[in-house]
């Protein structure tokens, strides 16, 4: 399975997620199931980015551009459905990828990885899209990158911490239990991986990612305004 491939994939499931909210008026059904298939895609994706990119510094800004540019279209989106303050996906994922650089330039572990668990309380605190446990996996894809037996097991230890955080908090077992399932399933295209690139699609996500959030909101304002 190729990057393109694994783009997709996410980029569908994200969607479907979203769509979801509008199909039944902001509530949770099973398209959200099927939309937790997403990030921990992206996520994989980011240490592969930080692996094959000609030119880190453009990859950060990159990332950091867009997470600005999606900002004002996720809130929109955000207050159809939630409350209160919120960063979107990039903003996570660019945090992701200052933990990745951290590890791997500071010579010191023990100095380097206090600083990723600071990063991502800066996450978890700022309302980043899946905060701590998003920062945290995109680290643990990229240092278990040579082993895919780790970086499952340690991916899938901490999804489940993740949810069952989440049902001490909320209860709800049946919904979280749901979503901590088909939140581990994407490990499976994700081992799948065949460290091609497949078709180019440099910027589609980044489109993608902005527009199809205002195209929600746009329907979301015709059917139930």
Same mark, same amino acid.
């Given at each position: 399975?190729?990057?393109?491939?694994?783009?997709?994939?996410?980029?569908?499931?994200?969607?479907?997620?979203?769509?979801?909210?509008?199909?039944?008026?902001?509530?949770? =059904?099973?398209?959200?199931?099927?939309?937790?298939?997403?990030?921990?895609?992206?996520?994989?994706?980011?240490?592969?980015?930080? =692996?094959?990119?000609?030119?880190?510094?453009?990859?950060?800004?990159?990332?950091?551009?867009?997470?600005?540019?999606?900002?004002?279209?996720?809130?929109?989106?955000?207050?159809?459905?939630?409350?209160?303050?919120?960063?979107?996906?990039?903003?996570?994922?660019?945090?992701?990828?200052?933990?990745?650089?951290?590890?791997?330039?500071?010579?010191?572990?023990?100095?380097?990885?206090?600083?990723?668990?600071?990063?991502?309380?800066?996450?978890?605190?700022?309302?980043?899209?899946?905060?701590?446990?998003?920062?945290?996996?995109?680290?643990?894809?990229?240092?278990?990158?040579?082993?895919?037996?780790?970086?499952?097991?340690?991916?899938?230890?901490?999804?489940?911490? $993740?949810?069952?955080?989440?049902?001490?908090?909320?209860?709800?077992?049946?919904?979280?239990?749901?979503?901590?399932?088909?939140?581990?399933?994407?490990?499976?295209?994700?081992? =799948?991986?065949?460290?091609?690139?497949?078709? $180019?699609?440099?910027?589609?996500?980044?489109?993608?990612?902005?527009?199809?959030?205002?195209?929600?909101?746009?329907?979301?304002?015709?059917?139930?305004?």
């Amino acid at each position: 399975m190729s990057s393109f491939v694994l783009k997709i994939i996410a980029c569908f499931t994200m969607f479907l997620d979203h769509i979801g909210y509008l199909v039944y008026h902001g509530k949770m =059904s099973f398209f959200n199931f099927i939309g937790r298939f997403a990030f921990p895609i992206f996520a994989f994706q980011i240490n592969e980015g930080y =692996s094959h990119t000609k030119n880190l510094k453009k990859y950060i800004l990159r990332l950091f551009i867009f997470a600005i540019i999606s900002q004002c279209p996720f809130i929109l989106f955000h207050n159809l459905i939630s409350t209160g303050p919120a960063l979107n996906i990039f903003f996570t994922l660019l945090l992701g990828l200052v933990c990745i650089i951290v590890y791997d330039k500071v010579p010191y572990k023990i100095l380097s990885l206090t600083i990723c668990v600071f990063i991502g309380y800066i996450s978890q605190i700022a309302h980043c899209d899946y905060g701590f446990y998003g920062v945290s996996i995109i680290l643990l894809f990229y240092i278990f990158k040579d082993n895919k037996f780790l970086m499952s097991l340690s991916f899938i230890l901490c999804t489940i911490i $993740k949810y069952s955080i989440n049902i001490f908090k909320y209860g709800n077992v049946h919904i979280y239990s749901l979503l901590c399932i088909s939140t581990i399933l994407p490990i499976f295209f994700i081992n =799948s991986y065949n460290k091609k690139q497949g078709k $180019k699609i440099k910027y589609f996500l980044y489109i993608f990612y902005p527009v199809h959030l205002l195209f929600i909101c746009f329907l979301w304002h015709i059917i139930y305004v």
